[in-house]
C-alpha cells in the first residue's frame, strides 16, 4: 500500500509507562494507516529523520504543534512493523518511508515455512516539515516512559531495578 504524500503523519503510545504500545499513524485522502512499532523503533526513526535533514541541508519549517500530533481514532493496526527504511528523494523533495510487516521467523524445516506469507510493504510519502515534527514528537513520546538508570540504561520500575553495573549488590530506584 502507498500513500503520499501524506496529510499527516505521527507516532504515539498508548498505555501506562512499561506496558506502552507504540504506533506510527499516516493518513491521506480517505485512508487512515496505523501500524504497531517497537519503542526502539521510533527512537531509531526519530534520530534518523533528523540525520537526513542535516544531510540535505535545506531550510525545513518546525511543522504542526505537538498538539497536532496525538493519534486519530479508531487506532486499528494494520500490521505490526518489522524493519522501517527512509530516504529522501530529491526529485521529489519529499521522504519516503517504507514500513514492512513483521513475519515471525519458520522453524527450520517445518513445513509452515511454504505458508507464510509475504509481508505487506507500506510505503509513505511525507514532506520536511512532517517528518521533523515526526523526529520531534516521536523523541518526546520515548521519553514519556519509564526512567533509565544512569548506571547500565536499563528503565527503572516505579520499585526500582536490580542493576547490573552493581552486580545486583543494591537497588536503584527513580
Not at 11 to 31: K, V
Not at 39 to 55: C, P, T
Not at 62 to 74: H, K
Request: charged content about 25%; hydrophobic content about 35%; proline content about 9%.
Amino acid at each position: 500500500m502507498e500513500l503520499g504524500p501524506v496529510e499527516r503523519i505521527t507516532t504515539d503510545a498508548m498505555g501506562e509507562p512499561g506496558a506502552r504500545t507504540f504506533f506510527l499513524q499516516a493518513r491521506s485522502g480517505g485512508h487512515l494507516v496505523t501500524v504497531v512499532v517497537e519503542k526502539q523503533q521510533v527512537q531509531l526513526l526519530a534520530a534518523s529523520i533528523l540525520e537526513l535533514l542535516a544531510d540535505i541541508e535545506l531550510e525545513t519549517g518546525q511543522g504542526p504543534p505537538d498538539e497536532e500530533m496525538e493519534l486519530e481514532e479508531p487506532v486499528e493496526p494494520l500490521f505490526r512493523a518489522g524493519r522501517l527504511s527512509i530516504g529522501y528523494e530529491p526529485d521529489r523533495d519529499m521522504f519516503l518511508l517504507d514500513v514492512e510487516e513483521l513475519v515471525p521467523e519458520p522453524e527450520e524445516g517445518g513445513p509452515e515455512a511454504l505458508l507464510l506469507p509475504d509481508p505487506q510493504i507500506l510505503r509513505l510519502w511525507a514532506r520536511r516539515e512532517q517528518m521533523l515534527a515526526l523526529s520531534r514528537y516521536g523523541t518526546a513520546v520515548s521519553e514519556r516512559g519509564r526512567p533509565t538508570c544512569q548506571l547500565c540504561g536499563n528503565p527503572i520500575d516505579p520499585r526500582g531495578h536490580t542493576c547490573p553495573a552493581t552486580n545486583g549488590h543494591r537497588r536503584r530506584t527513580g
